[in-house]
């Protein structure tokens, strides 16, 4: 039986099956080493990351770090988009360059979404709405994929490492998929790996917050990555239980040198010694070292791997860290099962009028009893309440009143009707402040030099 506390949800056991079948680590493990972390990340509606921890270390040791996440334009921008740009927000506060994608290539390719609408939804719905809820557009990086030549010729270049059967497998593609569509997927890996460019101040972590269903896009950025790397760095352990580390340069991936790969590896290797790796040694073609378990430490593995990194760089190559991220829970459709662009009482979009996003929480499904008498002497289900989770995720800042609001549903002394009327009321009013906050956003940018011309 799994414990329901206040953060928790009723599927959590779907998303343990998730984590094990494709390695996804659970976030909760990470909290403790976070300074403050964002309300998603302590209510457990961040549920789990890959490979987090980099960026975790960047941001304690204020070194680069970047977070990126793309938007399709093919709907209206609701609560579950929000969540997206809450998560790039707080991590462009922490100190991260910010990357907002609006993915038009996407949407033209693969909803079929005419370039005049992608540009419409994509700038009065998301990128107002981002900046609204507190995007910094000074600092950060907003752009359309369509208008991006860098990106889609890093998308070319990453299609070098990329097959076409892999592609249809991870998707599902069949033999009727257009070109166009399959190409976006490449967009795609571009977009989470052009926050590395040397334009962007080269390589570095960076998260992309994503909802769980995001995680193939992911898994084959990393894939792709790493594939795109000139040199490997692997850690080994041999039978005297000795570790080494073991440089060599990928077979296929040297066409950028300007040199061949034998005095290459010698070049790396005087590198190596000069920066005092002096028990670095060649063998046959790679690089070796050995050490004991307790002498190979953690910054002396990082070390190794900034040297290769900026070799490659020099000579034509990416040096790709291979990308994090972060994955949400879904949120539930507030009339239950999935939220639905296609069903509007499903979802509430943050350009509605306050009124309508208020009667839609009064609509909305409860984890309430059949009768009134019923939930006083049983108690609700918030777990499985939509209601309770607009507040948990939107609504209300204290952890403490969410706590309490729990706590009353379970023990019967709170009933659906003034609940719904409390949520409705908060909802009102967060839409009609973020609605003043777009007509602020919209003056920002139309003024900015970078993004003014969207205006005209
Ligand atoms: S009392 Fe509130 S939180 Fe509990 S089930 Fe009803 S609407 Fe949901």
Known sequence: MVEIDPWGVEDIEDYTRLFEEFGISPFKELLSRIEKPHPYM??????GHRGYEEVLRAMRERSKFAVMSGFMPSGRIHLGGKMVMDEIIWHQRMGGDAFACIADMESHSVRGVSWKECREIGLNDYIVSLVALGFDPEKGHIYFQSENKKLQDLAFELGT??????????????????????????????????PQLLEYGGPKPVVIP???????????????????????????????????????????????????????????????????????REYDMH???????????ESYIQGVEEIVKEFEMEHGGYGFVLPAATYHRFMQGL??????????????ALTEPPEEAARKVKLAKTGGRVTVEEQKRLGGLPGECTVYELMMSHLIEEDDHVKEIFEECKSGKRICKSCKSEAAELMFSFIKRHQEERERAKEVLKKHELYKQWFR
Do not use: C
């Open 210 to 280: 994503v909802g769980v269903d995001q995680d193939p896009h992911i898994r084959l950025t990393r894939d792709i990555a790493s594939r795109m790397r000139m040199w490997e760095v692997e850690k080994d352990r041999n039978k005297n239980q000795n570790l080494s580390i073991r440089i060599s340069l990928k077979e296929g991936r040297d066409r950028g040198l300007n040199t061949t790969p034998g005095a290459a590896v010698q070049e790396m290797l005087k590198r190596m010694k000069e920066k005092g790796y002096q028990d670095i």
């Open 335 to 348: 009339t239950g099962g999935k939220m639905s662009s296609s069903i509007p009482e499903s979802y509430i």
């Open 42 to 47: 302590r209510r457990g509606i961040i549920v």
């Open 161 to 194: 490492e990329a097959n076409f059967s892999e592609i249809s497998a991870i998707y599902g593609f069949s033999g009727d998929v257009s070109i166009s569509h399959m190409t976006s997927v490449l967009v795609q890996n571009a977009d989470i790996l052009q």
């Open 287 to 297: 690089l070796n070292v050995y050490y004991t378990p307790s002498s190979l430490t």
